[in-house]
């Protein structure tokens, strides 16, 4: 394992009491946690580094860090808890400067109303952190993304991130009633705590998913709830990945919106030692504070046993239970997924993942036409690899697919291999009236294909939105593919 160089970091060029220029301080804040982040950590790649690092306290030091920013001509890149895979708090060095706003120390639980059901959140807060503080009352918020341990509730919000619920309560958006974002230009845009609203276009919105380019999101007041009592889990075998679709669009289309509904092809079962007979499998839960979730597990199995699937024994949780069965294998190895990619990247294994969303009438010709495209760019490096396919999460009109490719043996350096495959994965979600991300976000490096997504007169009314908060262009430059 190679150790930390500290003088792979470029000097700073900003030199200022209020902040940290400490050489490890900028390499841990130098990228987020993609394929080519990890790498270049491996390869002591430090020169995308910031030249300061502000750990604020406050909404006092945020406007320090503005006013910073604007002295020296600096770039602001806001780091929660710096996971993204898509280059959101990378920078590349021009000859501007950058410094990295981390926020982790906002991350105080500061109100709590039970009877509404909302508690408001410092945007720092690591998802232990504010689950511990809500713990204290009883409640949680129940958004559970893969990397929750080390991500914030500001960076859930800024990249409109997936959680734990794979219907219903899929996107953070869904659990946010109101958010608080400071912008450079002094004005702080705070949105009203209500359960909805049909005024206009929704203030929210330009919070939800704007990565850093419009202002810092200081806190946000979410829906949370109280902690589940009863659950039912259940997995069920198909002979094929084909028949599992159909399955789970049934269970999608039937009302019936269970907690989870993650369907694993073959590979996918295998790779997570699930099963080991080639079967696919789909992992079923149902999870209630208030009442017994018995009825709607047996409709959902009733539904995918018309398709063919083989169910496993119900487990309904109890304290004690510690086995259950397949779908607890699934969750401990889906826990376990990133620290073998960490692990695979080291021993110079491609291995990346990849997902986005399209309605049921378009996923199986976008699956043979993203299997194609993967497998003939890892052919023409000379590599040998395999593609795997899960649904993280369904709705009524169409499931979010995630993809894992793992590819040994190519010619050339590793970065340029990722490339190769990375655009011929992405191409093909375009291609094929699919979205370029359901939940990894746009960050760098899915802004050429966003820019191809989102419709003209959108990205102009972007562009317009950050002249009006940020006319300096100081946050986040890149991101979203507006500068
Ligand atoms: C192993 C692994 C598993 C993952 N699993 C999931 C998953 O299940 N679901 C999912 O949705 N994502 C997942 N991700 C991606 C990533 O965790 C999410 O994008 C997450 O929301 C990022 O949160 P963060 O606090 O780490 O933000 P960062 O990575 O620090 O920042 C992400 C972006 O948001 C901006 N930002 C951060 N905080 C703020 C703020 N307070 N105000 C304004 N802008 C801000 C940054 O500038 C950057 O552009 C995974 C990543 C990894 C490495």
Not at 310 to 321: C, G, I, S
Not at 412 to 427: E, N, P
Request: aromatic share 8%; with cysteine.
């Amino acid at each position: 394992m190679p150790q930390f160089d500290p003088s792979r970091v470029p000097a700073s060029r900003v030199q200022s009491q209020f902040g940290s220029n400490d050489p490890r301080d900028l390499a841990l804040h130098s990228f987020g946690k993609s394929f080519c982040d990890q790498l270049r950590a491996f390869r002591n790649d430090f020169s995308n580094a910031p030249d300061l690092v502000v750990h604020a306290t406050d909404e006092d030091d945020i406007a320090r860090a503005f006013a910073l920013a604007s002295k020296e001509g600096a770039a602001i890149v806001p780091f929660g808890g710096g996971t993204s895979v898509t280059g959101g708090v990378e920078c590349p060095r021009t000859d501007r400067p950058v410094i990295s706003l981390d926020l982790r120390s906002i991350d105080r639980v500061t109100e709590v109303d039970d009877m509404s059901r909302v508690a408001t959140i410092g945007a720092g807060a690591l998802g232990p952190v504010l689950e511990a503080q809500l713990a204290r009352h009883g409640l949680t918020l129940r958004h559970f993304p893969q990397s929750f341990e080390h991500s914030t509730l500001g960076g859930w919000i800024a990249t409109r991130a997936g959680g734990h619920f794979a219907t219903l309560y899929t996107h953070i958006d869904d659990l946010t009633q109101s958010v608080r974002m400071m912008t450079p230009t002094g004005g702080v845009l705070e949105t009203r705590k209500v359960p909805a609203s049909g005024a206009g276009p929704d203030p929210n919105r330009f919070v939800l998913g704007s990565e850093g380019a419009f202002g810092v999101i200081t806190r946000a007041t979410m829906r949370v709830f109280r902690k589940p009592r009863f659950r039912s889990q259940c997995s069920v075998k198909f002979p094929n990945f084909a028949a599992g679709v159909e399955a789970t669009r049934n269970i999608a289309q039937s009302g019936l919106y269970p907690t989870n509904c993650r369907l694993l092809d073959e590979r996918e079962a295998l790779i997570n030692g699930v099963t080991f007979d080639g079967s696919a499998v789909l992992v079923l839960a149902f999870e209630s504070h208030d009442h017994d979730v018995r009825e709607p597990m047996e409709r959902a199995l009733k539904l995918a046993i018309r398709e063919g699937g083989l169910a496993e024994p119900v487990r309904h949780r109890t304290e004690n239970d510690k086995d259950l069965g397949a779908a607890e294998q699934w969750k401990s190895s889906f826990l376990r997924g990133p620290h073998m990619q960490s692990a695979l990247i080291s021993m110079g294994v491609l291995v990346d993942t990849f997902e986005g969303a399209c309605t049921w009438n378009r996923f199986a010709h976008l699956q043979e036409s993203v299997t194609q495209s993967v497998m003939s760019a890892i052919g023409k490096l000379g590599a040998k690899g395999s593609l795997s396919c899960r649904f993280t999460h369904v709705y009524p009109d169409g499931p979010a697919p995630y993809w894992t490719f793992i590819a040994v043996g190519g010619n050339g350096d590793l970065l340029d291999q990722w490339r190769a495959v990375k655009t011929a994965a992405s191409d093909a979600l375009l291609e094929c009236g699919a979205t370029i991300t359901h939940h990894h976000a746009v960050g760098r490096t899915h802004a050429p294909w966003y820019t191809r997504e989102r419709p003209t007169p959108f990205g102009a009314m972007l562009s317009a939105v950050k002249k009006a908060v940020d006319p300096a262009g100081i946050m986040n430059p890149g991101v979203l593919g507006i500068d």
